[in-house]
């Protein structure tokens, strides 16, 4: 994203290259059939399950005035809205926790004044919402968000992590509520008994744990060993709603032998109920509202407006870094002037305005990626099989691979070839043709697994587009006249689900994971090196990643400790705002600079940008299967940064020449078919076979550099 603080040219830039792709963004996600609505189920449940419990939370905190009906009917609109209109269809919008918080504190603060009260609370949170867009609009049209350019590793990961930390409590939180009476409910019932209420949480626990445990398994299933890839890829990609259908109907086991509140469900009056659908017409009593309140609106709206500034960019960012190597181009600035718009619609109708949210939209972003691999992989398999059946050598099948890959990207005519996309396929074919010996014999699938070389070495690619996005919101819309049976389902699964989002966002965190390398014993770190693991554990030394990573869990224990503190909790987000200038001016005086770079930056570890190229995937998507055998993007694409990490291994390099003039031209060395590590050797004890008197080997250099991990400074 180019970095200009000109009024208007942010915006202009972001509508000029959205409108380029705007109809292979339909195109896109209708050509891919049937498979889309794996991706939109999973995102659905994601984003309906919070905005449920928001909801329900809203209820409590508001005295009825805001419900869950408010809070998914918000969701949807600001989603179908933006799956249109929107510049990134990557990222979901939705009623976040900040929102619930900030109104629950005007709430308070509402009823409390007497030219005010509850009856005039959502009049003048439509001016407050009018204060936030004027806000917005002026952040868009400055080109604010080109601050997001500065926002390195450091923050993003930290904020990932927090978020996470959130959703944890919230279902540590929900979880003990179980055990305790709940507010404006009569003690005296006899599922509020002590005898009862105990039966109740733990009831809670078995259905909690049981939807997280289950729900965490499915989503492996590509790797199981049992059943065919069809069964392992159907409960691989709708596993987690089938858990909460699942968990859902083992609630109503004992039905009939306890009190009917066992479990406890989820609450909320019918959109049809009476006074359900007042706030709709909410824009008629903002006359009413004194003129000095109009005007105080704009205290919180300035609340607001950062935190919808910051939540919705760094939601958007995550959405489409780098590692993902989307071909679009981004959209913050004419993103954020439509989340202006929206803001609006939502105060004038009396319902919490939606922003981006997180970890939605990431989540959104991988599971696409998920889907992508599969079209491209059942293609290459197909052209691959087809080459082998003529007896064809395997230059001539990598030939054909390539061929088939290149089909599918035909470029747009302002835009360059994709010239990057089977760089590593072309290495480990090369490879393995100097292995065999005789590089022109034949093959077949006894010599060249097919589907397990291009599972492995497949590049990272996204199908970007935008049915995904309003599916899932028009989704969460029918949620709304489907609330009787919404209402079915125990507060307990939801905490579970809760815990599940919390979790599924942890692997692939180089925070999370320099955490748990500190607790690591030393004897056993190579044990690191042996997987799939970043680089910065082969090159900075063990003391310098434990004080940086010191350093980043005390600040965000402080951004968390913060949320605790009842109005200045939604301000967390000026904390994380403030290591730009940490990251830029200070943290540089406590650390080398190569060592920030590959603790913070590593952008020699991702996979390299690739330009946005027209997709002919019509024959692609027709002869695409529902699921595949083989594994999905396991081990490839980390689950919250999409970063990819990479094993020592040696590989041939070769020229820029053809396929077929390099498989003539290579020698037929014999290498050895065991990745090798020279670091996991140097941590055991021992030296490397083929540097035996010469130090250690360094994988990145090709030249002898010190070991790091085991040292202590």
């Known amino acids: 994203m180019e970095e200009s603080f000109l009024p208007f040219r942010g915006i202009k830039n972001d509508l000029r290259g959205r409108l380029k792709c705007y109809k292979q963004d339909w195109t896109g996600g209708f050509r891919a059939g049937f498979r889309i609505l794996a991706p939109t189920t999973y995102i659905f449940f994601a984003s309906a399950i919070p905005v449920i419990s ?13 419900t869950a009906v408010q809070t998914l009917a918000s969701t949807a609109l600001c989603g179908i809205i933006h799956s249109i209109i929107g510049g ?14 900030m109104y629950t504190f005007m709430f308070n603060f509402a009823k409390n004044r007497p030219d005010l009260g509850s009856e005039l609370f959502l009049a003048w949170t439509g001016w407050v919402c009018v204060w936030t867009a004027i806000l917005l609009f002026l952040l868009a049209v400055l080109g604010a968000c080109s601050i997001i350019n500065r926002f390195t590793r450091l923050a993003g ?97 004992p039905a009939g032998t306890i009190p009917k509140g066992i479990p406890r469900r989820l609450f909320s009056p019918n959109p049809w109920s009476p006074g359900a659908y007042e706030n709709w017409t909410v824009i008629k009593d903002m006359v009413k ?74 989540m959104h972003t991988k599971s696409l990626a998920t889907l992508k691999h599969q079209l491209l992989r059942n293609r290459l398999v197909a052209a691959a099989r087809k080459c082998m059946h003529k007896n064809a050598s395997l230059g001539q ?23 990057q996309g089977l760089k590593e396929l072309k290495e480990s074919t090369i490879q393995m043709a100097s292995n065999m010996g005789n590089i022109n014999a034949p093959v077949d699938e006894t010599v060249f697994d097919v ?46 689900y809760f815990a599940f989002m919390a979790i599924e966002s942890l692997p692939g965190n180089q925070f999370w994971e320099r955490i748990l390398l500190l607790f690591t014993a030393p004897s056993r770190r190579y044990k690191v090196l042996e997987e799939y693991h970043a680089t910065f554990v082969e090159t900075v030394p063990f003391k310098t990643i434990a004080v940086f990573t010191i350093f980043q869990t005390a600040y965000l224990l402080a951004c968390f400790g913060i949320t605790w503190i009842p109005i200045a909790g939604v301000l967390f987000p000026l904390m994380i705002m403030l290591l730009v200038p940490v990251r830029q001016y200070i ?40 699921a595949d055998d083989g594994e999905i993007l396991d081990g490839m694409i980390t689950r919250s940064r999409g970063e990819i990490r990479r094993v020592c291994s040696l590989k041939v390099t070769s020229s820029t020449a053809s396929p077929a003039k390099e498989f003539q031209s290579l020698q037929s060395p014999r290498f050895s078919d065991k990745v090798y590590s020279p670091r996991v050797n140097e941590l055991r004890g021992e030296q490397s076979p083929g540097n035996v008197g010469r130090g250690p080997f360094s994988p990145r250099t090709n030249g002898a550099r010190p070991s790091n991990l085991g040292k202590s400074g």
């Open 157 to 253: 990961e930290l904020f990932g992590l927090l978020i996470a930390m959130l959703f944890m409590q919230q279902a540590i939180k929900g979880l003990v509520d179980e055990f305790r009476i709940p507010e404006r409910e009569n003690p005296k019932l006899l599922e509020f008994q002590p005898s009862w209420r105990f039966a109740n949480g733990m009831f809670a626990l078995v259905l909690s744990f049981g939807l997280l445990l289950t729900g965490l398994r499915s989503r492996k299933a590509r790797s199981w060993r049992y059943g065919s890839g069809s069964l392992r890829g159907f409960i691989a990609d709708y596993g987690v709603p089938l858990m909460v259908l699942v968990w859902t109907a083992v609630s109503y086991i």
């Open 88 to 101: 990134q269809p990557l990222l979901i919008l939705g009623v976040a926790e900040p929102t619930v918080i």
């Open 587 to 626: 943290l540089p005086k406590f650390f080398k600079g190569a060592h920030l770079q590959d603790l913070d930056a590593s952008e020699y570890e991702e996979s390299p940008a690739v330009p946005f190229n027209l997709v002919t995937e019509g024959e692609l998507a027709r002869t695409a299967s529902f």
């Open 451 to 496: 589907e397990k070389e291009i599972d492995d070495l497949l590049p990272v690619e996204v199908k970007e587009q935008r049915l995904s996005n309003l599916l899932q919101a028009t989704m969460v819309g029918g949620c709304v006249a489907a609330m009787p049976f919404i209402k079915m389902i125990p507060t307990s699964v939801l905490w579970g």
């Open 54 to 66: 928001f909801g329900e939370q809203l209820e409590r905190d508001t005295d009825g005035v805001l």
């Open 289 to 362: 509202v004194p003129v000095l309140y109009i005007i105080g609106a704009f205290i919180p709206a300035t609340m607001i407006a950062v935190l919808y500034y910051f939540d919705h960019s760094v939601a958007s960012q995550l959405a489409q870094q780098k590692e993902f190597n989307l071909r679009k181009p981004p959209s913050f600035h004419y993103d954020l002037l439509l989340l202006g718009f929206l803001t609006i619609v939502c105060g004038l109708i009396g319902i919490p305005p939606s922003n981006g949210v997180i970890p939605q939209s990431p």
């Open 397 to 419: 099948v990598y030939e054909s691979m390539q061929e088939a890959y290149q089909q599918m990207q035909t470029p747009l005519i302002y835009q360059e070839p994709s010239a």
